[in-house]
Protein backbone atom coordinates (compact mmCIF):
# COMPACT_ATOMS: atom_id res chain seq x y z
CA UNK A 1 0.00 0.00 0.00
CA UNK A 2 3.13 2.29 0.52
CA UNK A 3 4.08 1.90 -2.77
CA UNK A 4 1.05 2.56 -4.45
CA UNK A 5 0.70 5.85 -2.31
CA UNK A 6 4.39 6.65 -2.76
CA UNK A 7 3.91 6.22 -6.47
CA UNK A 8 0.72 8.40 -6.74
CA UNK A 9 2.58 10.95 -5.33
CA UNK A 10 5.16 11.08 -7.16
CA UNK A 11 3.15 10.97 -10.18
CA UNK A 12 1.42 14.11 -9.22
CA UNK A 13 4.51 16.23 -8.59
CA UNK A 14 5.55 15.08 -12.04
CA UNK A 15 1.97 16.76 -13.06
CA UNK A 16 2.47 19.87 -11.26
CA UNK A 17 6.00 20.12 -12.54
CA UNK A 18 4.85 19.84 -15.87
CA UNK A 19 3.49 22.77 -17.92
CA UNK A 20 2.34 23.42 -21.49
CA UNK A 21 6.09 25.08 -22.64
CA UNK A 22 7.55 22.62 -21.31
CA UNK A 23 5.63 19.81 -22.86
CA UNK A 24 5.89 21.70 -26.31
CA UNK A 25 9.49 21.26 -25.91
CA UNK A 26 9.44 17.93 -27.78
CA UNK A 27 6.97 18.73 -30.28
CA UNK A 28 9.63 22.07 -31.44
CA UNK A 29 11.77 19.41 -33.54
CA UNK A 30 9.10 19.24 -36.16
CA UNK A 31 6.76 22.39 -35.79
CA UNK A 32 9.61 24.68 -34.44
CA UNK A 33 9.72 26.89 -31.44
CA UNK A 34 6.89 28.87 -32.35
CA UNK A 35 5.39 26.40 -33.65
CA UNK A 36 4.91 27.88 -37.58
CA UNK A 37 7.23 25.21 -38.83
CA UNK A 38 5.34 22.56 -41.32
CA UNK A 39 6.52 19.13 -39.65
CA UNK A 40 8.45 17.20 -42.20
CA UNK A 41 7.08 19.96 -44.86
CA UNK A 42 3.75 18.47 -44.39
CA UNK A 43 1.31 19.68 -41.66
CA UNK A 44 -0.21 22.54 -41.37
CA UNK A 45 1.17 25.83 -38.81
CA UNK A 46 -0.12 24.78 -35.46
CA UNK A 47 0.73 27.98 -33.44
CA UNK A 48 -2.75 29.78 -32.53
CA UNK A 49 -5.26 27.28 -32.85
CA UNK A 50 -8.39 27.16 -30.91
CA UNK A 51 -7.65 25.01 -28.20
CA UNK A 52 -10.75 22.43 -28.50
CA UNK A 53 -9.63 21.76 -32.04
CA UNK A 54 -6.27 21.18 -30.72
CA UNK A 55 -7.11 18.89 -27.94
CA UNK A 56 -9.35 16.76 -30.05
CA UNK A 57 -6.98 16.42 -33.25
CA UNK A 58 -4.15 15.35 -30.26
CA UNK A 59 -6.66 13.01 -28.38
CA UNK A 60 -6.98 11.40 -32.07
CA UNK A 61 -3.52 11.24 -32.57
CA UNK A 62 -3.31 9.26 -29.75
CA UNK A 63 -5.67 6.94 -29.69
CA UNK A 64 -4.62 6.17 -33.38
CA UNK A 65 -7.68 7.28 -35.14
CA UNK A 66 -6.41 10.74 -36.58
CA UNK A 67 -3.83 10.74 -39.74
CA UNK A 68 -4.23 13.99 -40.69
CA UNK A 69 -1.23 14.92 -43.33
CA UNK A 70 0.12 11.58 -42.90
CA UNK A 71 1.29 12.04 -39.93
CA UNK A 72 -0.69 10.08 -37.35
CA UNK A 73 2.13 6.99 -36.76
CA UNK A 74 4.58 9.93 -36.20
CA UNK A 75 2.22 12.06 -33.92
CA UNK A 76 0.81 8.79 -32.05
CA UNK A 77 4.55 8.18 -31.29
CA UNK A 78 4.97 11.22 -29.95
CA UNK A 79 1.79 12.18 -27.55
CA UNK A 80 1.11 8.81 -26.68
CA UNK A 81 2.82 9.44 -23.66
CA UNK A 82 0.96 12.22 -22.87
CA UNK A 83 -2.03 11.85 -20.13
CA UNK A 84 -5.53 13.85 -20.90
CA UNK A 85 -4.10 16.59 -18.27
CA UNK A 86 -0.91 16.81 -20.60
CA UNK A 87 -2.94 16.69 -23.76
CA UNK A 88 -4.93 20.27 -22.15
CA UNK A 89 -2.00 21.79 -20.89
CA UNK A 90 0.06 21.63 -24.72
CA UNK A 91 -2.90 22.19 -26.23
CA UNK A 92 -3.75 25.37 -24.52
CA UNK A 93 -0.07 26.76 -24.65
CA UNK A 94 -0.31 25.98 -28.29
CA UNK A 95 -3.25 28.12 -28.59
CA UNK A 96 -1.73 30.76 -27.32
CA UNK A 97 1.62 31.26 -29.54
CA UNK A 98 1.17 34.04 -32.21
CA UNK A 99 0.07 33.09 -35.28
Known amino acids: MKKITLIALLGSC ?7 ASLFVKCTACH ?3 GKTKALGKSGIIAGQE ?4 IEDLTGY ?3 TFDQY ?3 GTMKMQIGPYSKEEIKMVAEYISKLPK
Open 14 to 20: TLLLADG
Open 32 to 34: GKD
Open 51 to 54: VDEL
Open 62 to 64: KAG
Open 70 to 72: GMG
